[in-house]
């Protein structure tokens, strides 16, 4: 949600490119902390970074990472850290997310649109709520959500697209 594009149109978030050398160094970090903890790797996504800890099997070394990426997070004094299901995401510290972000692309797009919007972690949740009575909000897998429907997993997801089509 900090990189916006629709056709030729491109926008990113304006507190990102002052945040860059921050997400470059705590990138350059995670990269090395995850030597702690076997099975761990991280995304780079430009404007943010995502630790995958997934196919880590040792608690105490996914226990180490997670400290000492949040405490190189909290140093940067620009970043936020945003643990999700077995994922650590690393993003510049502002007002945004993709709830917020979803919201621009409607009103770009096509605002009177129907609009469908699904996930399954933690940084959904904010768009989960803000299109609140204004979209099909759809989460995937279990636990609490404000989506206003919920599918068990991508299985789901695929089955209730083709019904979506088929409408």
Same mark, same amino acid.
């Given at each position: 949600?900090?990189?916006?594009?629709?056709?030729?149109?491109?926008?990113?978030?304006?507190?990102? $490119?002052?945040?860059? !050398? &921050? @997400? /470059? =160094?705590? +990138?350059? %970090? *995670? #990269?090395?902390?995850?030597?702690?903890?076997?099975?761990?790797?991280?995304?780079?996504?430009?404007?943010?970074?995502?630790?995958?800890?997934?196919?880590?099997?040792? $608690?105490?070394?996914? !226990? &180490? @990472? /997670? =400290?000492? +990426?949040? %405490? *190189? #997070?909290?140093?940067?004094?620009?970043?936020?850290?945003?643990?999700?299901?077995?994922?650590?995401?690393?993003?510049?510290?502002?007002?945004?997310?993709?709830?917020?972000?979803?919201?621009?692309?409607?009103?770009?797009?096509?605002?009177? %649109? *129907?609009?469908?919007?699904?996930?399954?972690?933690?940084?959904?949740?904010?768009?989960?709520?803000?299109?609140?009575?204004?979209?099909?909000?759809?989460?995937?897998?279990?636990?609490?959500?404000?989506?206003?429907?919920?599918?068990?997993?991508? %299985?789901?997801?695929?089955?209730?697209?083709?019904?979506?089509?088929?409408?």
């Amino acid at each position: 949600g900090f990189e916006l594009a629709v056709g030729r149109w491109r926008w990113t978030h304006p507190g990102v $490119p002052s945040r860059r !050398a &921050a @997400l /470059a =160094r705590a +990138l350059k %970090a *995670a #990269v090395s902390l995850c030597r702690l903890a076997r099975g761990a790797w991280v995304e780079d996504k430009g404007p943010t970074f995502t630790v995958h800890v997934r196919a880590v099997r040792n $608690p105490a070394g996914e !226990a &180490a @990472l /997670a =400290r000492r +990426l949040a %405490a *190189a #997070v909290r140093r940067s004094g620009r970043l936020a850290l945003v643990p999700g299901k077995r994922v650590y995401e690393v993003r510049p510290r502002v007002d945004w997310d993709k709830g917020r972000a979803v919201e621009r692309l409607r009103r770009l797009l096509a605002p009177g %649109a *129907a609009c469908v919007y699904m996930g399954d972690d933690v940084t959904d949740e904010d768009a989960f709520r803000r299109l609140k009575g204004k979209a099909l909000t759809v989460t995937v897998g279990h636990g609490p959500s404000a989506a206003s429907h919920r599918v068990a997993s991508p %299985a789901g997801v695929r089955r209730l697209l083709k019904r979506l089509m088929s409408s």
